[in-house]
């Protein structure tokens, strides 16, 4: 089973308690063992900091950090492994202003679950919260716990 990601840029701090129950049930009873995840914004990190603190206790799971734009040769990001990346076919050709949203469409085609902290409704985050829900996928949103 496949889980991906959808959050605001900015969150509170204390959702990690919560996000590490969710992500340690996703895998213990659930049967998840890939998950991809953004790179924009503070959701996204502290999904990719559980990711990789839980990969030791549970080695058999992978995690992928999925890009909405190639990476620039002179981005200080260049001393980044890019290992654990995945650049979706066709971004390429997507304008920058739509690269986001096609990423994330990418993501949530090929996702089980979607694990959200949307507090709004307004926003990318709510809007492929709804799409998810829409497209019948288990969405459990961080911020109604």
């Known amino acids: 089973m496949i889980c991906t990601f959808f959050g605001h840029r900015a969150i509170p701090k204390n959702i990690e308690n919560e996000l590490q129950i969710v992500l340690i049930d ?3 009873n659930k049967d998840v063992n890939l998950f991809y995840v953004g790179n924009n914004g503070d959701f996204d990190a502290l999904v990719r900091k559980e990711l990789n603190l839980l ?3 549970f ?3 992978n995690y992928y950090v999925v890009l909405a734009y190639m990476p620039k040769e002179n981005n200080i990001l260049n001393t980044y492994n890019f290992s654990d ?3 979706p076919d066709g971004l390429e050709f997507t304008p920058p202003k739509y690269a986001i949203d096609k990423r ?3 993501m949530l ?3 089980d679950y979607v694990v959200t ?3 709004t409704t307004f926003g990318g985050a709510y809007k492929f919260k709804k799409l998810a829900e829409k497209k019948g996928k288990t ?3 961080l911020a109604d716990k």
């Open 139 to 141: 969405v459990i949103n």
């Open 117 to 119: 902290y949307v507090k």
């Open 85 to 87: 990346t995945i650049y």
């Open 109 to 111: 085609n090929k996702s």
């Open 59 to 61: 080695p058999h799971i």
């Open 55 to 57: 990969k030791s206790t």
């Open 104 to 106: 994330n469409r990418w």
């Open 26 to 28: 996703l895998i213990k």
